[in-house]
């Protein structure tokens, strides 16, 4: 199938906002892109008058566009597994007092689509729609981890193993060890893995025999949440999400 080039680099231009760059000046797209100022400035243009992108008036720097939250509210609202999931996130914030997450698989990266956070929760960084690498979070490892075979290695294969901390698994073959520990406790662990100092663990959500369809994650603080308390809030993820399971009528084995 042929790829509309126009439409392919007004795609890549969207591509380059994420939560640690939210502005850009034109000069900084066009070295990005590699593309003259001038064949930036009219795809700037048009999706500003689609209200994809938005210019700041005091710096002129471009930004995301409102457009982008409305269709991804509007994308997320869709979603089953969000609505069944919410009042399990409520009750699993209210009994651990910490930031509670809802994943999905995403390509090679997973994606928060519902949170709420605790009362005792410091975490507050994390945003709806914040996509996560599958090697240094909690939640992208359970979700790879119970894919098919050949998914797992159509995933790997070519993967990028980017250094988010000192403890950032860094190859395949440890990643491929953490794989097998996680399907056998059915639970994974980030140990300060993607950001220093805070620790999470993730729980699958099935759909059929062994097929994972989501993920829940408690995010925590290594400096104020002890060994013990984690595998506590563990055991209370697990039961979560198996009644989950249950409740959306999938078989459920952890």
Avoid at 126 to 151: D, F, M, N
């Amino acid at each position: 199938m042929p790829i509309i080039q126009s439409v392919e680099r007004a795609l890549k231009i969207l591509d380059l906002f994420d939560e640690h760059t939210t502005e850009l000046r034109i000069t900084e797209i066009s070295e990005k892109m590699e593309l003259h100022k001038s064949t930036v400035h009219s795809l700037l243009s048009t999706l500003r008058e689609y209200s994809y992108i938005d210019q700041n008036p005091e710096d002129g720097k471009y930004r995301l566009g409102l457009k982008l939250a409305e269709r991804g509210n509007l994308v997320i609202s869709n979603i089953d597994i969000r609505k069944a999931a919410h009042k399990y996130l409520l009750d699993l914030a209210a009994k651990t007092g910490q930031t509670v997450h809802l994943g999905i698989l995403d390509g090679r990266e997973g994606v928060y689509i519902d949170k709420v956070e605790g009362e005792q929760a410091i975490i507050r960084y994390s945003r709806l729609g914040r996509r996560l690498p599958l090697h240094s979070t909690a939640i992208g490892k359970v979700l790879l981890a119970y894919q098919e075979p050949q998914e797992i290695e159509r995933l790997l294969q070519g993967y990028s193993y980017q250094q988010q901390t000192a403890s950032t698994i860094s190859n395949e073959a440890v990643f491929r060890k953490e794989l097998e520990k996680i399907q056998q406790q059915g639970f994974a662990i980030d140990n300060e893995e993607n950001e220093q100092g805070v620790q999470c663990a993730a729980v699958p959500i099935f759909k059929g025999k062994n097929k994972v369809l989501a993920a829940i994650s408690i995010s925590t603080l290594v400096s104020r949440v002890s060994d013990e308390e984690l595998a506590i809030f563990i055991d209370i993820l697990k039961a979560a999400c198996q009644e989950l399971s249950e409740q959306m009528k999938y078989d459920y084995e952890p």
